[in-house]
Nanobody, 116 residues
Framework: QVQLVESGGGLVQPGGSLRLSCAAS????????MGWYRQAPGQQRELVAS???????TYADSVKGRFTVSRDNAENTVYLQMNSLKPADTAVYYC??????????WGQGTQVTVSS
């Protein structure tokens, strides 16, 4: 059973940076597509960024040029580097793993708050 554990959230001022990490257990990580989603209060969960097993990256328009997703298959970890943070980026951020026909796996989430 694969499990995901996010870390790195916190409180940051507008314009600041944070790096989120998501550590995965299990042997299938390197074959999986990894994604970062976020959900703000009263909003639907939305895709922020994803990275395939081959390193192909996609980003939501709202974070392009500010966020970077990366992965370290040797460490079974995916990262989300977030720069130039805005109050609108405030949300709970979730890590997601998709592999073949398996049901997607979610982490427990980590809170990111951007406020002065």
């Amino acid at each position: 059973q694969v499990q995901l554990v996010e870390s790195g959230g916190g409180l940051v001022q507008p314009g600041g940076s944070l790096r989120l990490s998501c550590a995965a257990s299990g042997r299938s990580f390197s074959f999986a597509t990894m994604g970062w989603y976020r959900q703000a209060p009263g909003q639907q969960r939305e895709l922020v960024a994803s990275i395939t097993s081959g390193g192909l990256r996609t980003y939501a328009d709202s974070v392009k040029g500010r966020f970077t997703v990366s992965r370290d298959n040797a460490e079974n970890t995916v990262y989300l580097q977030m720069n130039s943070l805005k109050p609108a980026d405030t949300a709970v951020y979730y890590c997601n793993l998709r592999l073949g026909v398996m049901p997607p796996i979610w982490g427990q989430g980590t809170q990111v708050t951007v406020s002065s």
